[in-house]
Structure formats: structure tokens, C-alpha cells
């Protein structure tokens, strides 16, 4: 059993900054694949970013979003820059085992764990 905890979310201006830190419970933290999804409201939660031996990001992000893991500390990263008013959504930590083909990652169905979701709002 794997237990998240996501933190950092706020309110920031367009072109600001924002980092994202996502605490996991457990030993084996190295093990899974890490992602964050964003969830805006009236839409469908969509990847972000995941890593896991590989790392991807959604074009929506490349460029913008860097996702870091620090396995010591059981905590993973995402690092928000220039920000966008598009970027508001609710913002999820979700971890997988790493079993599977990279190409099923960017799928939330892939994710046997959850937080509980960090707000993150940009004014234009």
C-alpha cells in the first residue's frame, strides 16, 4: 500500500512559478512509476508528466514542466514554469508498479494510487 500526499499548489500569476511536491508512504518507492495528472473543471484528468526509468511530458508542458523524483526522500517533483491560465487545474500525484509498457503510463487507468489533489490557479 502506497500513501500519497501532494503539496505546494497555489495561486500565482501568468509566467510565474510554482513547484509541486508529492510524498509516498512505503520502502519501495523506487520501484513504481510516478506521474502527475491535472484535472480542470468540466474536463477529464489528462497526464502531465510521468518517470519512471523514462520520463515523458505532455506537449501541453514540454518546455515549461520538469518532473524529478528524489528516491531517498520518497518524494516526487514537478516544477511549474510560465505558467499559463490554461494551466489551473487540480493537480494529482499517482504511482504505478513498473511493470508495463511506457506507452500505458500516460493512462490514469495505469495508476493504483492516488493523492488527494493540490490546487493550482493562474490569473491572467
Known amino acids: 500500500q502506497v500513501q500519497l500526499v501532494e503539496s505546494g499548489g497555489g495561486l500565482v500569476q501568468a509566467g510565474g512559478s510554482l513547484r509541486l511536491s508529492c510524498a509516498a508512504s512505503?520502502?519501495?518507492?523506487?520501484?513504481?512509476?510516478m506521474a502527475w495528472f491535472r484535472q480542470a473543471p468540466g474536463k477529464e484528468r489528462v497526464i502531465v508528466a510521468w518517470?519512471?526509468?523514462?520520463?515523458y511530458y505532455a506537449d501541453s508542458v514540454k518546455g515549461r514542466f520538469t518532473i524529478s523524483r528524489d528516491n531517498a526522500k520518497n518524494t516526487v517533483y514537478l516544477q511549474m514554469n510560465s505558467l499559463k491560465p490554461e494551466d489551473t487545474a487540480v493537480y494529482y500525484c499517482a504511482a504505478a508498479n513498473r511493470a508495463y509498457p511506457s506507452s500505458r503510463y500516460s493512462n490514469s487507468g495505469q495508476y493504483n494510487y492516488w493523492g488527494q489533489g493540490t490546487q493550482v490557479t493562474v490569473s491572467s
Open positions: 512505503g520502502r519501495t518507492f523506487s520501484s513504481y512509476v
Open positions: 518517470s519512471g526509468g523514462n520520463t
